[in-house]
């Protein structure tokens, strides 16, 4: 089992939860992070960091989310680790409410 982060982070990217992780299995594109689930030690630390509750255990992602499980093992191929929390983007209050954001997802800066 792994953890995985899932649409509330688009255009968030609250990094509390790289804080929590103690083996650096996050990694970060421009708009949403991801973790690596060759990586993640299934410890659930992040979970309760997560301010807008992106995060799940794989059997527990919603529905409609599954793709999210492919999206980070991919993506956590692709983008640099994260080790050190940092300021939000700059308009993530606004993005944590919004819904169906998956278009707004950036792979590349």
Not at 61 to 68: I, N, R
Request: one cysteine or more.
């Amino acid at each position: 089992m792994t953890y995985v982060v899932t649409e509330a982070c688009i255009n968030c990217k609250h990094t509390d939860c790289v804080g929590e992780c103690p083996v650096d299995a996050f990694h970060e594109g421009p708009n949403f992070l991801v973790i690596n689930p060759d990586l993640c030690i299934d410890c659930g630390a992040c979970v309760p960091a997560c301010p807008v509750e992106a995060i799940y255990a794989e059997p527990d992602v919603p529905a409609g989310m599954e793709k999210y499980v492919a999206l980070n093992a991919e993506l956590s191929n692709d983008w640099p680790g994260i080790s050190r929390t940092h300021e939000p983007l700059p308009d993530a209050d606004h993005w944590a409410g919004v819904k169906d954001k998956f278009a707004e997802l950036q792979r590349h800066p």
